[in-house]
């Protein structure tokens, strides 16, 4: 019986569970890929890498070299790079590609939410909406909230799960944490922080979810910035079931 190469390219919670879910099967050989930007990760089962490839050109023989059978985009949904990057790798090999991309979240009634295309554009909004902000888009989108020419009266709570690095805003108070928040918990923060408004991407998923509902009962608006486009001509799977199905498929075990 022959033994399918399945390379992960992983980091989120749908990418260890499709992992864990995969070991056990003696007919595929999974490798996950780790970018290596949390200091420490949670590593899914199996053997496991950590790093970049050197853009598409250097997961392309990545692929080539380890005779990868299959590609399963399973990355944040904000990994356009590495998404763009994998669909290039893919098409240059004739690896199938899959990717697992969690639902967005859906704004119910009482919601304030406010779109933006970029963290630039939700930075500009700030002023309009509130001066004490909860930041949970991460430690890369920093820049965009730490321009000097900015409102310096507005304080920002940044939650992140490693400690960021400068430039920071000016009023800053870092809180290091992992998900998943509770409804509770996230309740008391914006209470205690006397949080006006919430910056956040969407994410989707429920391990952060709780700071929307706690936005809500609050009355408070929040600023979601859009994810970026997945890939044309890629098949998506919404959950771990679905790439489950596609890949057996793909393996010729479906």
Known sequence: ??????????????????????????ALRVTSSLAGRVAEPRLPAGPVRIGGFGGAPGLAGWLREHRADVLVDATHPYADTISRHAA??????????????????????????????????????????????????????????????GPADLFFLLRSVDAPEPPLPRHTEVLLARGPFTLEGE???????????????????????????????????????????????????PTVPDALAWIRAACGDG
């Open 1 to 26: 019986m022959a033994v399918r190469h399945v390379l992960i390219l992983g980091g989120t919670t749908e990418a260890r569970q499709l992992a864990a879910d995969l070991a056990g099967d003696p």
């Open 88 to 149: 290039r790798a893919a098409a240059d090999t004739a690896v199938p590609l899959l990717v697992l991309r969690r639902p967005g979240w859906t704004a119910v009634p009482g919601d304030r939410w406010v779109p933006a295309d970029s963290p630039e554009q939700a930075a500009a909004l700030l002023p309009g909406l509130g001066r004490r902000v909860f930041l949970t888009t991460g430690r890369q989108e920093l820049t965009a909230f730490a321009d000097p020419a």
């Open 187 to 237: 309740r008391a923060l914006l209470r205690e922080h006397r949080i006006e408004v919430l910056v956040t991407k969407d994410s989707g998923g429920a391990a952060t979810a709780a700071k929307l509902t706690a936005a809500r009962e609050l009355g408070l608006p929040v600023v979601m910035v859009r994810r970026p486009p997945t890939p044309t001509d890629v098949p998506v799977a």
